[in-house]
């Protein structure tokens, strides 16, 4: 990440293809969004639905990766 980092000021992760995520892919996120701001750039995920949207909002995580901090109330 630190050598992209330099080239590229703004990381965007498309998780749309996603369809779960454990404890281990948390970690990474969290560890590459560290690391990006360390280095002065940001990173968001952006496509994030169903089942992942679920699991980072409850590890309230969303928020952090550039996502709404709710779940939109049913129609």
Do not use: C
Request: charged share 15%.
């Amino acid at each position: 990440l630190n050598p992209l980092a330099e080239k590229f000021p703004e990381l965007t992760v498309d998780l749309s293809r996603l369809r779960r995520i454990d404890s281990t892919g948390i970690g990474i996120l969290v560890m590459a969004h560290a690391i990006a701001g360390a280095n002065g750039h940001q990173m968001r995920a952006v496509n994030v639905t169903g089942a992942v949207r679920e699991v980072l909002l409850l590890v309230k995580l969303l928020p952090m990766l550039g996502g709404p901090s709710e779940i939109p109330a049913p129609a």
